[in-house]
DNA sequence: CGGTTTTAGGAGTATTTTGTCTTAAATTAA
DNA sequence: TTAATTTAAGACAAAATACTCCTAAAACCG
């Protein structure tokens, strides 16, 4: 089951490493989080943009420069990061994929895949970064040993 | 979210047609699906295939041919389906993509993803094509009026 | 100022997913 | 037996997603 695209699964876990690996206000380089993390410098580059560009992030160019919260991890609920990365209907789709699908002309699986996907949803609103990262170890946002 | 691929899109819209439009034993031909749900004929046919390998569907060839239920619809749950469209550990998978996440060396979204996707499997578990299918109008398993 | 470090932005490439086409095999009916 | 109908199977093509590379712009340091 694949909720995410490589995008948002990238951009948190390299908000998960901000939350577990800086102590505050200073700037965490991208190509640190890129080689920490194994993920492709440039692609991640363009998702931290994209997180910049909605006021999650702030970035700031030159040496010592990097990306760093503009809001505290606290605040910043997934639902908050993957609104940005996916869209803002992701909790609206229909299983089925039809597109008129909807409260006045449902698929057979309408009223089903509302409540599921609901419940996701109020989990996703009410977990912020900050209590998923608190512990993070490197180790467990990386690919191998 | 797409938690679906179009596979499973086109493969239960199929299954829950079957059960609205097909009375008991006759077999439906995958050319009358395509046709009434708007989905590639050839495209539909590998899915329906993999369906009837898994011993989910019987075909049959020649005139009058088609495919139809082996078991009914009331013992297929959307689980089954599911698990033979998009593999085997559909319900398993790491939020993140991380593929060392487990039990022993969890990443910090596994114990509130775990959660989820385990009540997400139980839905889909207790949930027969019957029971999403019955009331099934075609005019809500198409795309367009 | 000139060189270095870092993010920004866009064009281009690769990989995966989705969809098409062609041929074969099974079944029926005339 | 021949023709028609239907699923089976695999090669091929298009589209979407994921990734790379190049150049620019901002900030710093000597």
Known sequence: MKVLSKSSEYGLRALLYLVGNSSGQEYVSIRELSEQLDISFHFLTKILQSLTHAEILISYRGPNGGIAFKIPPEKIMLSDVVRVLEGD?????????????????????????????????????????????????????????
Chains 1, 2 share one sequence.
Request: charged share 15%; aromatic share 8%; with cysteine.
């Open 89 to 145: 209907d992701f909790f609206n789709t229909c299983l089925l994929g039809l597109p008129g699908c909807g409260a006045q002309a449902p698929c057979p699986m309408h009223q089903f895949w509302k409540e599921i996907r609901g419940a996701l949803k109020q989990e996703f609103e009410n977990t912020s970064l900050a209590s998923m990262g608190h512990t993070a170890l490197l180790s467990s946002l990386r690919l191998g040993p």
